[in-house]
């Protein structure tokens, strides 16, 4: 029996007494119940108020670049609400990411297709489907896909339209389906639609480790007795002769130029330039006629974390130009590429993308993933790829860090500030050492000067001896 029951039975004992009415008992009774109701309704409200967000609970990390500058401009922030899907949409559960060099030049104000900060970075993306829009016929919820978008997928959960997928193939890991649309395509496109490759031609590949260095070698495999110059570090030789670069050069040590002209003398068939500035000019005077020259990036601006405006002034400066007289009489073509400006030709990526997935099916192409970060790495990712230690593709994974390797974090940052600190001793050691170098040299050099300037001192004493008695009998 509750408290509120009670009082009201007392009363309606009362009531009967008094009156002999039973039929008021009910409605005695029902008195007593409204409190209950009225407070069941009142429990009832706020549970309801608790079920209206769910929606706005849901939450996802993503990647923003809060401004331009250092690796530190890119944040890991965490987002709230579920995102609306528009018809034609699908929403991804990201589980890789692929990091470009465009990614690079934004961080720094110097790739255009990114809208201004605060923004989301990341044109590629691989996951599973979880929700799919109005008047999308061909996804379902499960699909494995990769995706390539402008921007905005370097996070947890994604929206793009249903266009922007393409299924993974069976076998294919979602590292490897994040490394391929940006870097495959590019080199696709350059080397069939504009290079119009053949067999038995000749190509310059420059950053040949890199992930369209390495796309567009094994794409030339694909062609039969295609030479390939590749220019890369010392370093990274092996890896590329491996993997199909037959002429190895070190553009730190070497003129790539010479080293081409020595093998072959009448120049290549096609030069693929990322460079931009003087060495687009070089590209140009490799060719042979009939030779085409394809440029698609400008990578010579990029110079250090923050825009060097020094290095930027430097590239425009020497920015490529010809007149069409002087191509036609060199008999040469010029192309250029942006595949951030062709999001809008749907067909001509579907189809560039179904071809490299048959490729991929058939075993003749296969991503080289060079290292994998998690988001809250992201900086780490990026200056492996701007210092150029990367030998293939970066890639991102949105699976959490580890609490062990958050922990193991700040002692690797301390490890990494000890080396730099260590490196820059080294350096100093080696100037200081240098420098004294250079002035024992020049005490070596100054004592034959100084023995020569005391041998005309001597034979001066000695002529002015021998006048000495000349002197005295005049």
């Excluded at 018809?87 to 961080?107: I, S």
């Excluded at 990769?146 to 249903?162: F, I």
């Excluded at 970066?394 to 490196?423: A, F, G, H, R, S």
Aim: glycine share 6%; proline share 5%.
């Amino acid at each position: 029996m509750s408290g509120d029951d009670a009082p009201a039975q007392q009363q309606n004992s009362e009531e009967t007494k008094q009156d002999n009415k039973p039929s008021e008992e009910p409605k005695a009774e029902s008195k007593p119940e409204s409190p209950p109701v009225s407070s069941t309704e009142a429990a009832a409200t706020p549970a309801a108020t608790e079920k209206v967000p769910e929606e706005e609970q849901f939450t996802y990390r993503s990647l923003v670049l809060s401004g331009y500058g250092g690796y530190d401009k890119v944040k890991l922030q965490v987002k709230k609400g579920k995102p609306a899907l528009k018809a034609g949409e699908v929403m991804v559960r990201v589980k890789a990411c692929g990091l470009n060099f465009a990614d690079l030049l934004a961080r720094q104000g110097l790739y255009d297709r990114l809208p201004s900060p605060p923004v989301t970075p990341g044109m590629e993306c691989s996951g599973e489907i979880e929700a799919v829009g109005e008047e999308v016929t061909d996804r379902k919820v499960g699909d494995k896909v990769l995706v390539l978008n402008r921007c905005g997928l370097w996070q947890e959960v994604a929206v793009v339209p249903a266009t922007h997928t393409f299924l993974i193939p069976e076998g294919m890991t979602f590292e490897e389906a994040a490394a391929l649309p940006v870097n495959y395509i590019t080199a696709y496109m350059m080397l069939f639609d504009f290079g119009n490759l053949r067999p038995n031609q000749s190509i310059l590949i420059h950053s040949a480790a890199g992930g369209v260095g390495i796309a567009a070698t094994q794409l030339c495999q694909t062609v039969k007795d295609v030479t390939v110059f590749g220019t890369a570090s010392a370093s990274k030789h092996e890896t590329i002769s491996q993997g199909g670069v037959t002429h190895c050069i070190d553009y730190r040590t070497r003129d790539y130029v010479e080293e081409v002209r020595k093998i072959s003398p009448k120049g290549l068939d096609i030069v693929l330039d990322p460079l931009g500035g003087s060495d687009t000019h070089k590209a140009y005077n490799l060719l042979k006629p009939m030779g085409k020259l394809i440029t698609y990036g400008a990578a010579n601006m990029l110079a250090g974390q923050k825009k060097n405006l020094l290095a930027v002034a430097k590239t425009w400066y020497h920015q490529f130009s010809i007149h069409t007289l002087s191509l036609i009489q060199n008999n040469k073509s010029v192309c250029g590429f942006h595949l951030g400006y062709l999001d809008g030709e749907v067909e001509v990526i579907q189809q560039a993308m179904t071809t490299i997935l048959d490729l991929y099916k058939q075993g003749k192409i296969k991503p080289r993933i060079d290292s994998t970060y998690h988001l809250e790495q992201v900086g780490d990712a990026m200056r492996r790829m701007q210092e150029r230690n990367n030998i293939g593709k970066v890639i991102l994974i949105t699976e959490p860090m580890p609490e062990e390797e958050k922990k193991e974090e700040p002692k690797k940052e301390e490890k990494k500030e000890d080396k730099k600190k260590e490196d820059k001793k080294k350096d100093d050691k080696k100037k200081d050492d240098s420098k004294k170098e250079d002035k024992k040299e020049e005490k070596k050099k100054e004592e034959p000067k100084k023995e020569e300037k005391n041998e005309e001192k001597n034979e001066e004493k000695k002529e002015e001896k021998k006048e000495e008695p000349k002197k005295e009998e005049k």
